[in-house]
C-alpha cells in the first residue's frame, strides 16, 4: 500500500505546479505557494489520523478509511483534468507580458480543484499516520525483525516514488493530465483492496480513548495543583492499569507535572481515587505527556533538514532547466530530477539492512545496529553537507554562464544535468538515515495507546519544513532585493499527435 500511495504523492508534489500554471492558470507565485500549502497540510493533518486511530478506529480501520478519502479526491482532480469546461479556457497567442490577462478559474473550477487536492491531503495523512505502526505492530516489541520492517518500508516507500517521478510524470507530459490522475486513482484504489486482502491476518489495536485528551487533563490538573508541594516518594501518587493495561514508571524530569498524579486525603486519612480525569492523573497518563515533550527537540532539530529538502524539490528543478539535460541520448524532464536521490536511496537501504546492521550490531550489541537518535544524527550531518555542495555547483553553474556570455541566455549552459546528482545522492543518503531513524524513534518511544499519534508526530517535521522554507524564501527575496521575482517563465508549445502541450521552462 506504501508503494503505491506514495507513487501517486510524489508524482504529483513533483509537477503540479505545472499543472496550476498551464492548466488553471494560476500566477507562478500562487502555484508555488498553492503547492507548498498542499504539501505542508498532508504532513501536519497527519496528527489529525493519528487521533483517529488511537482513539476510535483500529490503525487497518484508518488506512482504508483515509485511502477511500484521497480515492475521491484524485478522483475529482481527474474528471476536472478530462472536462475542459470545468477548467479555464488556456492561454494562447499571448506574449510573455500579457499572461496575466489570462482567464482565471472561477470560483466553481477552483472549489473542484481544491475538494480534489485538499481530499488527496487529508487521506495521505491518515494513511502515513497509521500504516507504518500498523507494519510494527505486528512484531513483537523486541523482535529485530521489526527495525527491518522500517527499512522495508522506506524502500516501498522510494521504489514508488521512483515511478512516480519518471512513469506518472512522463504520463502527465505526454498522454495528459487526465491519464496521470485517472493512474493515481486506480493506483490508490488498488493499494486498498492489496490492504484489506490480509485483514484477517493483521494484529490490531483497540482504542481506548484519545491521547491528546489525556494529555491535556495532565496539564490541567497539573496547574489546578501548582500550590500543592511537590511529592517526594512515588506511593503519593495515583496510579492504575493504563491503556492497553499498560504501566510506565515515574521519571524524574519535569517533575512539576507529577503534581496532576497527587492522591488527595479526606478529613480522616484516608486516600480518596473517586475523583474524574480532571481532577487527578494516574503516573501512565503524566509520563505519556513527558514523552511527547521529549519529542520535540527531536521534531525541531529535523525541520531544518526538511527544509534543505524543500530548496532541493524547488529549486534544483529550476536550475535543471537551464543547463543540459541530456542524459545518455535522452532528455530529462526537470519533474523527474528527484529519481536522482530515490536510486540512491533504494540501492542503500538493502544493504543498509543486510551488511551494515548486522556488522555494526555485533560491535555494538545494539539489535538495530545504530541508536535511532545516532541514525537521525547521521542524516542531520549528511544533509548540512548536501546543502553546502549544492552552494559549490550553483557557483559552478553561474561561473559557466559568465564564462559563455549565457547569463541571460535561455539556452541550456554546456553544463550537463547530473552535476546536481552530487547534492541529490547525498541528501538521498541523508534522508535515508533519518527518516527511518525518526519514525521508528517515535514508533517506539510512544506508549501503547498513542503509537499512530507518534507516527503523526515524526510527520511533522516535513509540513514545519515546507512552511519554513516559504519563509526562507521570502527572507532571501527581500535582503537580494527581489532575486526570486526575476525569475522569467516562458511557454514552449510542442506539436505532438494527439495535440498540444504547453511545458514550463523557468530561467533564473
Known amino acids: 500500500m506504501e508503494g503505491l ?54 490503525r487497518f480501520k484508518t488506512c482504508v478509511l483515509f485511502g477511500c478519502i484521497e480515492l475521491l479526491g484524485y478522483a475529482a482532480l481527474t474528471v476536472q483534468a478530462h472536462f475542459d469546461q470545468l477548467r ?7 506574449a510573455i507580458s500579457q499572461t496575466t490577462q489570462c482567464q482565471a478559474a472561477d470560483s466553481g473550477q477552483a472549489a473542484i480543484l481544491f475538494t480534489g487536492l485538499y481530499l488527496v491531503a487529508f487521506g495521505t495523512s491518515g494513511v502515513k499516520a497509521a500504516l507504518p505502526s500498523l507494519g510494527a505492530d505486528q512484531f513483537d516489541e523486541r523482535d529485530p525483525k521489526r527495525s527491518s520492517f522500517f527499512n522495508w518500508f522506506l524502500l516501498s516507500f522510494t521504489a514508488g516514488a521512483i515511478i512516480g ?7 502527465s507530459t505526454n498522454q495528459g493530465w487526465d491519464w496521470a490522475f485517472g493512474v493515481c486513482t486506480v493506483a490508490v484504489l488498488v493499494s486498498i483492496m492489496v490492504l484489506s486482502m490480509g485483514k484477517s491476518l493483521y494484529r ?21 495543583n501548582r500550590k500543592l508541594p511537590q511529592p517526594g516518594i512515588e506511593d503519593e501518587l495515583h496510579e492504575v492499569a493504563g491503556v492497553h493495561n499498560e504501566i510506565l514508571p515515574r521519571t524524574d524530569q519535569f517533575r512539576f507535572l507529577d503534581r496532576a498524579a497527587i492522591e488527595h486525603t479526606s478529613d480522616d486519612g484516608s486516600t480518596s481515587v473517586n475523583l474524574g480525569p480532571w481532577r487527578i492523573c494516574t503516573v501512565t497518563q503524566v ?28 529549486f534544483t528543478v529550476q536550475q535543471s532547466t537551464t543547463m543540459n539535460t541530456h542524459v545518455l541520448g535522452i532528455k530529462m524532464p526537470g519533474s523527474s530530477i528527484p529519481v536522482i536521490p530515490l536510486v540512491f536511496m533504494f540501492i542503500f537501504i538493502p544493504i543498509y ?16 545496529g545504530i541508536r535511532y537518535l545516532q541514525r537521525i544524527g547521521v542524516g542531520l550531518v549528511l544533509s548540512a553537507i548536501s546543502m553546502a555542495v549544492a552552494g559549490v555547483v550553483e557557483t559552478r553553474r553561474k561561473s559557466v554562464a559568465r564564462e559563455h556570455g549565457m547569463v541571460d541566455s535561455l539556452q541550456p549552459l554546456p553544463m550537463n544535468v547530473l552535476w546536481l546528482g552530487y547534492q541529490y545522492s547525498i541528501f538521498g543518503l541523508a534522508d535515508m538515515f533519518t527518516f527511518v531513524g525518526l519514525i521508528q524513534f517515535f514508533y517506539e518511544e510512544s506508549s501503547a495507546g498513542m503509537k499512530s499519534l507518534g507516527t503523526a508526530i515524526s510527520w511533522c517535521s516535513s509540513a514545519f519544513g515546507y512552511y519554513l522554507s516559504s519563509v526562507v524564501v521570502d527572507v532571501v527575496n527581500k535582503v537580494s532585493g527581489g532575486w526570486y521575482k526575476k525569475v522569467e517563465v516562458i511557454y514552449k508549445e510542442e506539436n505532438h499527435a494527439e495535440g498540444k502541450q504547453v511545458e514550463m521552462l523557468n530561467a533564473v
Not at 88 to 94: A, K, R, T, V
Not at 208 to 223: C, D, H, N, T, Y
Not at 353 to 368: E, L, M, Q, S, Y
Open 5 to 58: 500511495e506514495n507513487m501517486t504523492f510524489i508524482s504529483n508534489a513533483v509537477s503540479l505546479v505545472t499543472y496550476f500554471y498551464g492548466y488553471m492558470n494560476f500566477s507562478l507565485t500562487k502555484s508555488a505557494n498553492t503547492l507548498t500549502n498542499f504539501m505542508g497540510t498532508s504532513f501536519l493533518v497527519a496528527l489529525f489520523g493519528g487521533l483517529i486511530s488511537d482513539t476510535y478506529l483500529s
Open 88 to 94: 479555464p479556457p488556456p492561454c494562447q497567442g499571448l
Open 165 to 171: 517521478v519518471t512513469f506518472i510524470v512522463w504520463i
Open 204 to 224: 490490531n489495536n483497540v482504542p481506548k480513548g484519545s491521547p491528546l485528551l489525556r494529555i491535556i487533563q495532565v496539564f490541567v490538573v497539573a496547574i489546578r
Open 287 to 314: 509520563e505519556e505527556t513527558k514523552i511527547i515533550i521529549r519529542m520535540l527537540p527531536i521534531i525541531l532539530s529535523t525541520v531544518f533538514m526538511n527544509t534543505c529538502l524543500a530548496q532541493l524539490q524547488t
Open 353 to 368: 539492512d543486510c551488511v551494515f546492521v548486522p556488522i555494526a550490531r555485533k560491535i555494538t550489541g545494539i539489535p538495530t
